[in-house]
């Protein structure tokens, strides 16, 4: 008898992505009950919206867009940054851009990147992006040098990340992939690291950081960090925003990102409604236990257009600036695909019209909207000079690869026909 080789089957790197954000939802959604039912209300929305419209899936597959999220996590250091970015290869997701939105009109003290896939295959396979933001410390701005040193002790001693799972994603990331079982536990995991703690909040510690910054409390507050929200993808989102209004869930005041408009939608439009308090457990200074509940987490729900060119953002961002955008957007934009194209503002496969390139990122002054108005207390504007050397170089530095450039991923993926 020959002898028997018991293997699992391969698993690639794209199939390890999409079984992590399956996961992750699953989580997501026994933590955040309003997540399942703006999914449920999402998946009304594009059905009915295929079957009303028959160039519906221009912008993507249904296939595509129903499994679509983007995730958003935080943390606080340099290392552990770079730990993320070794987590999130072994899934095919690489950095993106940098987002600084300490910049924003509403300052937020965090320097940001979105991990994604990058080639129009592996987008096309699975499109799961994760916007990762670090607190910043060493801006003086915000934190002062006292306030900093106790913040960055307290970060040092915690660990995000079994140093296991992050040796096991750099394996797996120089393999393309792992066999069945690994891939189960791997995933597994790594979807455990995000999850809500039980652990029990100090609750000085947390109200002395709340003062500085609520999302600095949300990061350097506990010793661990979660996911803070996961955002379905949906085809019309003010019809989504009208039936969430519908079922008495409180939505933002506004859709943030480009006005509603009878050309091709650009770009990313985004709202969210503010999540119910969570219940959490809070050690006073006497070392007794409490239950009390935090406000940290919200449901998001966003809808994707067009990808802009350089030329076209600069025309995005003058339209932005105007005190009523919806009023003026004519002014700043055609009406159609084909003028899109030909006047070279946005990008299009091999310069078809009929072939949008989806925008796979997002914008610093929604993303700031988004973190501000979920919070219960707003930070004080930033005023002072910015020493802390933080920046796009740096970021790829400290986690030890490159961070792509956006526009150079779009010019690259508009010379291919569409996938
Ligand atoms: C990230 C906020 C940015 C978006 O969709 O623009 C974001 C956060 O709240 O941590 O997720
Ligand atoms: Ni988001």
Redesign the pocket.
């Known amino acids: 008898m020959g002898r028997c080789v018991v293997s699992t089957p391969h698993v690639e790197t794209w199939e390890l992505r999409a079984r992590f954000a399956a996961a992750l939802s699953t989580m997501y959604g026994t933590e955040v009950p309003a997540y399942t039912t703006l999914v449920e209300v999402s998946e009304a929305v594009n059905r009915d919206f295929v079957a009303n419209h028959p160039h519906a899936q221009r912008l993507g597959s249904i296939e595509r867009v129903t499994a679509e999220r ?1 995730g ?1 996590i ?1 943390v606080g250091t340099p290392s552990e940054l770079s730990d993320v970015a070794d987590l999130f290869a072994a899934f095919g997701m690489h950095p993106v851009g940098f987002y600084d939105l300490r910049e924003a009109a509403s300052p937020v003290p965090v320097v940001s990147t979105a991990f994604r896939p990058v080639d129009a295959t592996e987008l096309a396979r699975n499109p799961f992006r994760v ?1 990762t ?1 670090m607190l910043a410390t060493r801006d003086g701005r915000f934190f002062d040098t006292d306030l900093r040193a106790r913040v960055d002790e307290f970060l040092s001693k915690r660990v995000l990340f079994d140093p296991q799972l992050i040796a096991d994603a750099r394996r797996i990331t120089a393999d393309g992939g792992c066999d069945g079982d690994a891939a189960q536990s791997f995933v597994a995991r790594a979807v455990s690291a995000f999850a809500l703690s039980r652990e029990p909040v100090d609750q000085a510690w947390y109200a002395e950081l709340t003062a500085v910054s609520a999302v600095a409390a949300d990061i350097a507050g506990v010793t661990t960090t979660h996911i ?2 996961l ?1 379905p993808r949906v085809l019309d989102i003010d019809d989504l925003y009208r039936r969430m209004s519908r079922r008495g869930i409180t939505m933002i005041d506004a859709i943030q990102g480009p006005p509603r408009w009878v050309g091709p939608d650009v770009l990313l439009r ?1 709202t969210s409604f503010r999540a119910l308090a969570e219940p959490r457990r809070f050690r006073e200074a006497n070392g007794t236990i409490t239950d009390g509940t935090l406000r940290v987490r919200f449901g ?1 729900v966003e809808a994707r257009g067009v990808a802009l060119t350089r030329k076209g953002r600069e025309r995005y961002d003058a339209a932005m600036a105007s005190s009523d955008p919806a009023a003026v957007w004519g002014e700043y934009f055609p009406t159609s695909d084909d003028e899109m194209a030909s006047t070279g503002l946005a990008y299009y496969h091999r310069g078809d019209p009929k072939a949008p390139v989806v925008y796979e990122d ?1 914008l610093p002054a ?2 700031a909207g ?2 501000r108005s979920n919070l219960d207390a707003d930070t004080e504007a930033a005023t002072g000079t910015d020493e802390s050397g933080y920046h796009i170089e740096w970021m790829a530095g400290v986690i030890g690869r490159p961070v792509h450039d956006p526009y150079d991923l779009y010019d690259a993926t508009a010379r291919e026909a569409n996938a």
């Open positions: 983007h958003a935080r916007f933001s803070n929200h955002t985004q998001e997002f929604s993303a988004i973190f």
